[in-house]
C-alpha cells in the first residue's frame, strides 16, 4: 500500500536514453527500501536491504526489470545484456561507497 510518504524521484538513470521516474513504496529505515516505476517499454523494481554485519554495514540490491511493449519480443537478449549491465554495476559499488559518491 502507497501511502503519503511516497514520492516521485526522477532518478538520472537511463535506458535507452530515457529518465527512468521511480515511486518510494516502501521505506522502513535503517533496514529497507524499495523503488519502482515503469514507462512504456519497461518496469523495473530495486529493492535495497541494510544490515549489520559487524562495525560495517552489508548491502543487498535486488534489481528486476521486465520489458513491455514492443521490447518483449527481444527479453532473451535483453535479459542477458541487463546481467551484464548489473553484474558490472555489482562489482564497482565498494568502489563508489567507500568514495562516498
Known amino acids: 500500500m502507497r501511502e503519503s510518504l ?12 530515457m529518465a527512468l521516474p521511480y515511486d518510494v513504496v516502501e521505506f522502513d529505515p535503517p533496514n529497507a527500501f524499495v ?13 535495497l536491504e541494510f ?5 560495517n554495514t552489508r548491502l ?10 514492443p521490447l518483449v519480443i527481444g527479453e532473451p ?4 545484456m541487463f546481467r551484464r549491465i ?8 565498494p568502489t563508489v561507497a567507500a ?3
Open 77 to 80: 537478449l535483453l535479459r542477458i
Open 51 to 55: 544490515s549489520h554485519d559487524g562495525s
Open 35 to 47: 523503488l519502482e516505476g515503469e514507462t512504456r517499454l519497461v518496469r523495473y523494481r530495486d529493492r
Open 6 to 17: 511516497v514520492k516521485r524521484l526522477h532518478v538520472p538513470r537511463a535506458l535507452a536514453g
Open 86 to 93: 548489473g553484474d558490472d554495476a555489482t562489482r564497482r559499488l
Open 99 to 101: 568514495a562516498g559518491i
Open 60 to 69: 543487498r540490491y535486488l534489481a528486476e526489470l521486465r520489458p513491455r511493449g
